[in-house]
């Protein structure tokens, strides 16, 4: 398998601009999650999906991020308009369908999005 | 809440030495507790796990034992290598919010 997909890998922006950050998950996994990670905060969970629907956005830091499922094997975290302060290392990660107890919390992570706002 | 504490770093180490990373965490009933390695420029990746108390996770020369009464899910390795150098991450899975919820990470450094 490919393992997740993130694109871009890099992106530099202005400040104002907006940004789309992409995600393919791997195929059969059912759960979707974005985490942001920075030197300050260390990493933070964004909000995830279970089967396209989004369950839990309370990490999303405020109105300018947003963050969709279209279907099963593509999701996009959008920030706009983008600040400085939103410049971060962004993954995507996904997971196979919950079992009862065992490999709970067991997550694949992409490579991550570095984003950089100027 | 649910929250996991690890040792803040850099750890830095001479190639074959003794590696321990120490975790500890808080959390409402029996949590599944893991360790994730970032290295340099890429995702986290699991190294091992534990899902009950007393359990040992072990992978590529790591180990970890899950301690319910100490709380504890500290990472050891007996020789590390330079390959090594990456930052880990403590881990628990908590049953309240059905979430992971991460440790700051701990850089390790390793020189040979």
């Known amino acids: 398998d490919a393992g997740v997909i993130q694109s871009p890998r890099h992106e530099v922006t202005e400040m104002g601009q907006e940004v789309t950050l992409r995600c393919k998950p791997i195929s059969g996994h059912d759960y979707l999650f974005w985490y942001r990670q920075t030197m300050m905060r260390g990493l933070e969970l964004l909000i995830y999906f279970n089967n396209n629907v989004p369950i839990d956005d309370s990490g999303m830091p405020e109105d300018r991020f947003s963050a969709k499922m279209p279907n099963a094997s593509f999701s996009t975290l959008k920030i706009q308009p983008s600040e400085p302060r939103d410049s971060a290392v962004y993954f995507c990660?996904?997971?196979?369908?919950?079992?009862?107890?065992?490999?709970?919390?067991?997550?694949?992570f992409g490579e991550g999005s570095w984003l950089t706002v100027v | 809440g649910d929250s996991v504490t690890q040792m803040e770093g850099p750890v830095t180490l001479s190639e074959e030495a003794f590696l321990t990373i120490n975790c500890t965490y808080t959390a409402t009933g029996y949590p599944s507790l893991f360790w994730y390695v970032q290295y340099p420029g890429e995702g986290l990746q699991l190294l091992l796990k534990a899902t009950k108390a007393d359990d040992k996770g072990s992978n590529k020369g790591f180990e970890a034992t899950y301690r319910k009464e100490t709380t504890s899910f500290h990472l050891e390795k007996g020789s590390v290598q330079v390959s090594d150098s990456a930052v880990y991450f403590c881990?628990?899975?908590?049953?309240?919010?059905?979430?992971?919820?991460f440790g700051t990470g701990t850089r390790l450094q390793v020189f040979p």
């Open positions: 990660a996904s997971s196979p369908p919950r079992r009862v107890g065992g490999d709970r919390g067991f997550i694949y």
């Open positions: 881990a628990l899975h908590s049953y309240n919010t059905d979430k992971l919820i």
